[in-house]
């Protein structure tokens, strides 16, 4: 196989790098960046110029540089496609089959390095690490955002694996941020013994999905899945393997069962982590996810007609124990949340609700898949990815409005919310847009949102009935949850504020940057912003399914 | 084989050394033993021509593990040789375990017909007898993609090279050292209230 003389080796890597090496590096750019900024933040530290240059503003030049090169990918592709009208030509592999250069993965990057250049802008506004912690609060924000940017693109089993351990580990050190405080460290230390618990689960199911079909590589899944005879010892093997997968990324995404750690961690964490997490995590999470699951559900070669014994099987009951852990996650989420009296807390509850949400256009995906319906399959994607959009600046907006308030009145109590209105309008104007928009209202993003992803979930329902099912549990879910975000905004608006209490007063430029985050919301609610996004969030989808 | 008296002594002292955890019940001799018996296992392994797995046999459990492990008993444990005593209940429970265990593994192994799967293992790869596996692993780790294993297909190039992860992961422990840093290390000033959060 391998020559044993040294020379013949070193031809082939040589071959072997210089044939595909350069182009691969250069569509790996943004994520390159990133890591460059990394140890700029390092050296910036051992030379002592952090403090001339402070370490936000080296980490907000790279991020705004690597976005910079994805949106230029983006264009490019965007080019591509309407030029050769083909879904293939924008499709690549990168590094030999382990990642995956399409229109999602582009979809994904710009969505995190957006989220990345605002999160940092909110570090920088609220203070939360100082001067002096500043590079090692964002060597490990930025170190986990290369993480989720690596599950986003993977397309293999170890790069699954090394990207999700590569943006947890960075996110229990970011939980426990605030050091020596009891709450701090508990969060993080709940986080760290729950991750390690989900990744040794994960690991062992990519293990045995791996072994039994004979390949690590995601895209080949399903063709190799279809060549099997699911029945007896192989069906219940790639079962637990698919479920301790499923297990872990439940974990990442904090559904129902695997949710413990997530109230604790966001209630522990400084509002600003909880934000990054609740939003950048819970995307990447979900990009694998459907890569993950479209695979699951067999190929698309074979037509329904000819159903595969085994298989059949296997993707209607993920496509529905899917949709039940959905619909518990949301219904389990706004029932707790309702006795939660600390915001970060009850907002950790409305994160689990809302990935419920999404896990139900997951599910409908794949029954789309499995019944040979491709469109819909793509509806069900962009519909969670134009959800996801729309959530980063609904979540990041409200958790944005807990820190800045937080240094103000020092307190993430609700009851110390009471009569915040008259003290600082325009936050208390925006959280109640933020919340809105969360519950789900007509003129907001999160009503288009929440459209976007249910309408193909109720259309899946002519392919199983449970879908209808779980739709109305979603709806019905929309109704509790508008009456434990009422309670802030009635805190907030209505309650007189008690005498002795810290007067609030943001700066001009809070009151900019949370202008500038819920925006989008309004606009993403009525605006041809709308057609814009789910234009994109189509194209992210259209590669998916070949 | 001609490797048939090494075998032999690494076996024994393998299982030597097990056996020596059990009965042992000073937790410095029971770490010693340990030693010897996961030591003589990654000389079984290198006897099967596995040089790799042995290697990371040799490093990660008796370097690694077991350092930490006497480490850990040195810094935590009251006096030098610290007794274990074991309950007869724990004794009967360890015991019922560790023979199911063994029968499992034991009834697996009669199991096997191990002349068809030699003779199906020289017909697959004949120089496999070679050893030469770290070789291998550290060429597909620099990006050379091997041929006949996982992941082949055809039409597409796509043969597997490890080489993004292998660099990737230096960038996740450079962050997670700093973060591990970070959490070590004593703040050297008490924050002041507009930074330092509630409370």
Known sequence: MLANTSIPVFEQLFNELTKTLPGDVFAFLPELVLCGTVIALLLGRLLGTDRWIPGHWTALVGTLIAFGFSFNAALGGIELSSVEATAEISRSELFSGLLINDGMTIFFRLFLLLFLVLVIALTVLSGIPDNEDGPDFYTLLLGATIGMMLMVSANHLLILFLAVEMASVPSYVLVGFLKGRRASSEAALKYVVYGAGAAGVMLYGTSLVAGLLGTAEIDQIAGKLSELTLTGATLRTILLGVMMILVGLAFKLSLV??????????????????????????????????????????????????????????????????????????????????????????????????????????????????????????????????????????????????????????????????????????????????????????????????????????KAGDIHPAMWLLVGVALLNTVFSLFYYLRILVAMFIDDRPTGQPVAKPDSVDKLYVALVSIPILLLGASPLIGKLSQAAEDAARDLFL | MSNQPLFWIFALLTCGGAV????????????????????????????????????????????????LLIFGVMLTASGPFQQIRVSPGETFLGAAVGLLLLSVIAFTVIDVEWDTLNAARTEASPGAESGNTARAIGLRLVGIPADHEIGVHEGRGGRTGYLLPFEIVSIHLLVVLVGAAYLARAKRRVADGSTGGEN
Request: with cysteine; proline share 5%.
């Open chain 1, 257 to 458: 069962p695997f949710h413990f750690w997530c109230p604790d961690a966001f209630e522990g964490a400084p509002a600003e982590v909880g934000g990054f997490l609740s939003v950048a995590s819970k995307g990447a999470a979900f990009a694998l996810l459907i890569r993950v699951a479209g695979q699951l559900a067999g190929p698309a070669a074979v037509p329904p007609e000819i159903p595969v014994p085994g298989l059949e099987g296997l993707a209607i009951s993920l496509a529905i124990g899917l949709g039940l852990v959905g619909a518990a996650s949301s219904t389990f989420g706004n029932l707790a949340a309702y006795s939660q009296t600390n915001i970060k807390r009850l907002l950790a509850y409305s994160t689990i609700a809302h990935a419920g949400y999404m896990l139900l256009g997951v599910s409908a995906m794949i029954l789309a898949r499995h019944a040979g319906d491709t469109d819909l399959a793509r509806d069900c994607v962009s519909g969670v990815l134009f959800y996801l959009t729309v959530y980063l600046f609904m979540n990041l907006g409200a958790f944005a409005i807990v820190a800045l308030v937080r240094n103000q009145i020092y307190s993430e109590e609700i009851a110390d919310y009471k009569g915040l209105a008259k003290q600082a309008p325009l936050l208390c104007v925006a959280m109640a847009v933020c919340l809105f928009s969360l519950v789900g209202l007509p003129p907001l993003g999160g009503f288009v949102a929440k459209f976007f992803v249910l309408a193909p979930v109720w």
């Open chain 2, 20 to 67: 020596g955890v059990v009965i042992s019940q000073n937790i410095v001799r029971m770490a010693f033993s340990l030693i010897v018996s996961l030591g003589s296992t990654a000389g079984l392994f290198f006897l099967l021509e596995a040089d790799f797995v042995g290697a990371t046999q040799l490093l990660v459990y008796v370097g690694g593990t077991l350092v």
